[in-house]
């Protein structure tokens, strides 16, 4: 029988500790049948009072991975200080999904990608790049976080199996980071490779809205065409 | 605060974000995946996908609002045992 509204039973199997604010939660679904990568899921948490929140996110595992989202704490959120600091194995909460077909990849897309992350808008991004990899797809990851003990994934950022990485601080200058919030230059250059203009570049930007609309507005000015551009935006309530 | 930091900064009054928000309420009704159905705004005649509609969210309810005129397209209730989808400013559904 098909659940009602789509709700699914789920299961916490696995936390990681990312950065002092976020946190990786592994999760075995009923019946899960993969997902694509840049695809979120709608999670439903219920009090023993019986209220009831819902919140979107991310999935930040690849494809034929288990299901993971990485979270990231807003203070005066219902529900991400729970997921962040409280969620142990074995706790159960309801799934929806997985949903999306607009900010996703799937392979035979060869195109190269240009993915550009604000703070936990790279939970998608893991996703994008590690199903990616695979198939020699060339992956660019330009992120922005706040300091540098803020940046999610930051070994396998490292590691020789990460993208190839740009790290923008915004608030802090700190060696081997760049500054300040991305410019139509940094990013023109970006756009290219070998000094020419690649035609085909896919490019994905996910985080809060007003980082989006920023990110957005200098990629265009930078020459993008809107075709080639996939935008995710979350806020309190929206997709983390 | 600077502007710099204002970029990443998620505000509880913020509650703006993008049509990918609705897709797993809204795939129920449909019956498919949403996201990439196009949209025409009654109000304006702007053609958009659901990704790219502004989405308030106000639990239980979302309104979904068109990215150039900033119409109700549509408004999405989902309680417990009953989701409501009321359609409002939208005079065409093109599915891909």
């Known amino acids: 029988m098909r659940p009602v509204h789509g709700w699914r039973p789920a299961t916490i199997v696995g936390t990681a500790r990312e950065t002092a604010s976020a946190n990786s939660i592994r999760l075995a679904v009923a019946d899960w049948a993969g997902h694509v990568a840049g695809q979120h899921i709608d999670v439903r948490l219920t009090a023993d009072d019986g209220y009831q929140a819902t919140r979107s996110f991310s999935l930040s595992s690849a494809p034929g991975e288990a299901p993971q989202i990485t979270v990231e704490r807003l203070d005066d959120g219902e529900v991400s200080p729970y997921l962040v600091d409280i969620a142990t194995d074995g706790d159960a909460l309801e799934v929806r999904g997985p949903v999306g077909g607009y900010f996703v990849w799937q392979p035979g897309d060869d195109a190269p990608l240009l993915l550009v992350a604000g703070g936990s808008g790279i939970a998608p991004m893991r996703a994008i790049w590690r199903a990616a990899r695979p198939h020699g797809t060339p992956v660019r990851l330009v992120y922005s976080a706040r300091t540098a003990d803020r940046v999610i994934f930051a070994d396998e950022l490292r590691s020789p199996d990460g993208p190839e990485t740009t790290v923008h601080l915004t608030r802090e200058r700190a060696a081997g980071f760049e500054y300040g919030r991305l410019r139509a230059d940094q990013l023109s250059a970006l756009l290219s490779s070998g000094g020419v203009r690649e035609p085909r570049l896919l490019v994905y930007v996910c985080g809060p809205t007003a980082f989006v609309e920023d990110a957005a507005r200098e990629l265009t000015d930078a020459g993008l065409d809107a075709d080639l551009l996939r935008t995710e935006r979350f806020g309190v309530g929206g997709p983390k | ?96």
């Open chain 2, 1 to 96: 605060m600077n502007a710099e930091e204002d970029l990443l900064s998620v505000h509880p009054e913020d509650v703006h974000v993008d049509g990918n928000a609705i897709a797993g309420a809204m795939s129920l009704v449909l019956g498919r995946e949403a996201t990439m159905i196009v949209l025409q705004c009654a109000e304006c005649g702007d053609r958009h996908r659901v990704a790219e509609t502004r989405v308030y969210l106000r639990c239980p309810g979302m309104v979904v609002r068109c990215p150039a005129c900033s119409a109700c397209e549509v408004l999405l209730v989902d309680r417990p045992h009953r989701l409501q989808l009321t359609l409002m400013s939208i005079r065409l559904m093109e599915l891909p």
